[in-house]
């Protein structure tokens, strides 16, 4: 009775749906090319729009993979975006509980300063376009982040801000005008400040959301537009390898398989 419980108990494991929560400041910068990746493993897929959700919000600690997405607000807003208390809260408990999370750029900084780390504006401006990455320390650099250091390759980024190193965290890239552009947490936490996750077609969005930002800081969208014609084919292409491949990390090459069955 008991073999035959434990075969049940693991075959649900295998097959159950696992479900991803995503955090979403503004309906524009979205999953992208992540959003493939996750539902070909079986995830279900459930946005929160932050601005409006309720917190505490309960499948923010029961979902396999939270995932913080970017916005054109800073983590020292919470005066004019009172959320965002409760939004560092979530990702705080979250990351005690030490369970599967991926932040990009907002929600990097987000996590950053939910560890206790400084986010601050960058003192060398407005970081906005397409920027290569350099590994932090190419010797301990973990394999499935190797496909985003492939030379050559261009990283989109923006953002204004910037972040210390959290306590205990791993250093694994930086650009020419910033420091901290990603860092690991053990092997579940992500944090990512540029945006490995757009593509072309989906900047048009925010080219024309963001365009009092561009207009602002003299910025041309066609500008922008011309630098993704030229790099976003490639870094769609290494995006996918980078995703399945931390995916894999996370979460396994099957449905099912939880990393303590790794």
Not at 2 to 22: G, N, P, Q, V, W
Not at 126 to 136: D, H, K, T
Not at 221 to 239: G, I, S, T, W, Y
Request: proline fraction near 7%; charged fraction near 20%; glycine fraction near 8%.
């Amino acid at each position: 009775m008991e073999e035959h419980a434990s075969l049940a108990y693991h075959i649900s494991m295998r097959t159950r749906k696992r479900h991803a929560l995503i955090l979403q400041h503004i309906p524009f910068e979205n999953l992208g090319s992540l959003e493939e990746p996750l539902r070909e493993r079986g995830f279900d897929i459930e946005t929160a729009e932050v601005s409006t959700a309720r917190f505490p919000l309960p499948q923010a600690s029961s979902c396999d993979l939270l995932v913080i997405l970017g916005g054109p607000i800073g983590v020292f807003d919470s005066e004019d975006y009172p959320f965002l208390n409760d939004e560092i809260e979530c990702i705080r408990q979250r990351l005690e509980a030490r369970k599967p999370m991926l932040g990009i750029c907002l929600g990097a900084q987000l996590m950053a300063a939910a560890l206790g780390a400084r986010v601050y504006p960058g003192s060398e401006g407005s970081e906005i376009g397409w920027y290569p990455l350099q590994p932090a320390s190419p010797e301990q650099t973990p394999a499935w982040f190797g496909p985003l250091l492939t030379p050559g390759l261009s990283l989109f980024h923006w953002h204004g801000d910037t972040f210390d190193l959290p306590p205990g965290a791993q250093h694994l890239a930086r650009t020419e005008a910033y420091a901290h552009q990603a860092f690991a947490i053990e092997d579940f936490a992500l944090g990512l400040q540029f945006h490995p996750e757009v593509t072309a077609a989906g900047l048009e969005r925010w080219y024309v959301g963001h365009a009092c930002e561009l207009h602002q800081k003299g910025i041309r969208a066609v500008n922008l537009r011309a630098a993704a014609c030229e790099h976003a084919p490639a870094l769609e292409m290494a995006a996918r390898t980078f995703w399945n491949q931390w995916l894999n990390h996370m979460f396994g090459n099957s449905i099912g398989e939880t990393r303590s069955e790794k």
